[in-house]
T-cell receptor
């Protein structure tokens, strides 16, 4: 069964450093998403991406964040200068079409720890 | 309250009992989805109910949706210890560019032997 994969599973970084979180969505999916979950809190939407551009982003997704689909398979989230409050689980998701509603398939997540 | 608030926040039941979780939301939606998350793991899609549907079943799961009350419920029948997890409702409002999920605060379900 196809699945979304994410690497690394855990990333530890120093405050101010850049990190790139990587995701491989399901191959025939067209819509890609990043969400994050701070420990003990609910899952929050960061950004959605379609047709090689951002289709929607939340207020969390400021200038420190960027996304890219560098090739036909990877989807990355870059945090330019990490802050302590960026520590969270980051989940990538993908879906085929929005249509009248769609299931999003989530990866296992990357735990980002900013020291 | 925020979009997608579940209650109860925590629920502890015995194996074999039914578990009911409720979700309320504030804005109009295209569909509502329920996800499960085992501790420290990713989210697993359970079931989707569209705004024009009132009830849906999938195995031991039963979901209802009342758009007039902006609420949904998830019923897990004959619960098992393996059902222990956090359960989240997530609403979708179609924006045309890809549907973002707006998650609730979640219900932590513990099923004891």
């Amino acid at each position: 069964e196809p699945e979304v994969t994410q690497t690394p599973s855990h990333q530890v970084t120093q405050m101010g450093q850049e990190v790139i979180l990587r995701c491989v969505p399901i191959s025939n999916h067209l819509y890609f998403y990043w969400y994050r979950q701070i420990l003990g809190q609910k899952v929050e939407f960061l950004v959605s991406f379609y047709n090689n551009e951002i289709s929607e982003k939340s207020e969390i997704f400021d200038d420190q964040f960027s996304v890219e689909r560098p090739d036909g398979s990877n989807f990355t989230l870059k945090i330019r200068s990490t802050k302590l409050e960026d520590s969270a689980m980051y989940f990538c998701a993908s879906s085929d079409t929005p249509g009248t509603g769609n299931e999003q398939f989530f990866g296992p997540g990357t735990r980002l720890t900013v020291l | 309250s925020q979009q997608g608030e579940e209650d109860p926040q925590a629920l502890s039941i015995q194996e074999g009992e039914n578990a009911t979780m409720n979700c309320s939301y504030k804005t109009s939606i295209n569909n509502l989805q329920w996800y499960r998350q085992n501790s420290g793991r990713g989210l697993v899609h359970l079931i989707l109910i569209r705004s024009n549907e009132r009830e849906k079943h999938s195995g031991r799961l039963r979901v209802t949706l009342d758009t007039s009350k902006k609420s949904s419920s998830l019923l897990i029948t004959a619960s098992r210890a393996a059902d222990t997890a956090s359960y989240f409702c997530a609403t979708v409002s179609f924006t045309g560019g890809g549907n973002k999920l707006t998650f609730g605060t979640g219900t932590q379900l513990k099923v004891e032997l």
